[in-house]
């Protein structure tokens, strides 16, 4: 891939195979518990703002706008943003949304001040330049903030390729099949992801596999099971190792280093 991924010609497939899925429930109900972890870290009273940063039809941010959060919502898929504006007017909440259809490499150009919490997910790995991209874009993070970045899983791709017979496939080192428009050309290394974080002065606080087994499971219809156990377990499972390292994506999240005051006073003797 030798540019970023535009979903305009797929936007509503898109939608309703990811976000209307069993797949996409699985995954919102995951990463919305770790970023009510996120929340915990500003004050209750506090209003924040969001920059969801290639958020399509922005379901995560759309529950912080109704708490009252402020949210920039950016898309470089036009279309995208049509569909996320159509949601967000039926919720009553527009008011809270700048809307931006934009890359996220200059969403910069468009924020009239330093977002609290960034939310980049399921994007990095439809990016030509996943590091520079990352880096490039937790720079807007206020002295502070949280960034939460989901990405997906090139451990849990080897995986799911094993475990699918697909031995040939692995072989050839996993070339992109261009007959599967929604799933990435290519995924991340995990420990890529954390030390590109970690290189952007973010401090990690929490580590979460997405979809840790249900991917694996030979077929969803067969077995003594309902959908509801598969979210508890799902639930239960993701945070520990080996399960977060098998997630067919990982959301990981941290806090951007705010200077001490040591650290200002060092600075200025």
């Not at 915990?40 to 009252?68: K, M, N, Y």
């Not at 590091?131 to 090139?154: C, I, T």
């Not at 606080?205 to 087994?213: A, H, I, P, S, Y």
């Not at 239960?236 to 200002?264: K, T």
Request: with cysteine; proline share 4%; aromatic share 8%.
């Amino acid at each position: 891939m030798t540019e970023d991924k535009n979903f305009d010609d797929i936007a509503h497939k898109f939608v309703k195979n990811i976000y209307g899925s069993g797949k996409g429930e699985i995954r919102q109900a995951v990463v919305w518990h770790d970023i009510e972890q996120i929340l915990q870290c500003f004050p209750p009273e506090q209003t924040l703002h969001i920059l969801d940063a290639g958020g399509g039809v922005a379901p995560l941010s759309r529950h912080l706008a109704a708490r009252g959060h402020r949210v920039t919502l950016c898309d470089l898929s036009s279309q995208m943003l049509d569909l996320a504006r159509q949601e967000i007017e039926q919720q009553g909440l527009l008011a809270q949304y700048q809307l931006v259809h934009s890359s996220v490499q200059t969403v910069g150009d468009h924020l009239t001040d330093m977002p609290d919490v960034i939310l980049f997910h399921a994007v990095l790995e439809w990016t030509a330049e996943p590091e520079l991209v990352l880096k490039d874009l937790l720079k807007h993070l206020r002295p502070g903030g949280m960034a939460s970045v989901m990405f997906y899983n090139q451990t849990g791709l080897l995986f799911k390729n094993l475990v699918c017979g697909n031995l040939t496939h692995v072989e050839e080192g996993m070339p992109h099949r261009k007959r599967f428009k929604l799933q990435p050309p290519k995924g991340l290394q995990p420990e890529s992801v954390y030390r590109w974080m970690q290189d952007s002065d973010i401090t990690l606080k929490g580590k979460t596999g997405v979809r840790t087994f249900h991917d694996y499971m030979r077929d969803t219809n067969i077995g003594d099971f309902t959908f509801e156990q598969v979210i508890a377990l799902e639930q239960q499972l993701c945070r520990q190792e080996p399960f977060v390292s098998l997630g067919r994506y990982i959301h990981v999240w941290g806090q951007h280093h705010a200077p001490s005051n040591q650290d200002e006073n060092k600075d200025n003797g």
